[in-house]
């Protein structure tokens, strides 16, 4: 597996954007932009637990920010604020990782 694949449309190869591909979830699906095939997760028990690892690790970042502002700074926003920070990378590079590696299958509608 190449280390820049992203995700792509099962039926015609195109690429899927990024944005595109973060709205999707277990529920949801998009359509390809170039043949506008309707597309969805392939792995939603990989998926469910990308999200619990996430949320937990984004919670956990600012609990523990707002903990360590307040202890050692005196400043309880500066700690949340930073918490939140560090969440965001977290969100962010958990989600470039799925859609580097993710499956997508192609809903056949008949």
Request: net charge positive; glycine share 8%.
């Amino acid at each position: 597996m190449s280390k820049t694949q992203t995700a792509c449309c099962p039926s015609c190869g195109g690429r899927i954007p990024f944005k595109k591909f973060v709205q999707l979830n277990n529920f949801s699906v998009t359509n390809c932009g170039d043949c506008n095939a309707r597309i969805e997760i392939s792995n939603r028990t990989a998926n469910a637990v990308i999200a619990a690892v996430s949320g937990v690790a984004s919670a956990a970042a600012v609990v523990l920010g707002a903990y360590l502002g307040q202890k050692n700074y005196q400043s309880l926003l500066g700690g949340l604020f930073s918490g939140v920070v560090i969440s965001t990378l977290i969100i962010v590079s958990i989600c470039m990782y799925a859609y580097r590696h993710s499956k997508l299958n192609r809903i056949h509608l008949e």
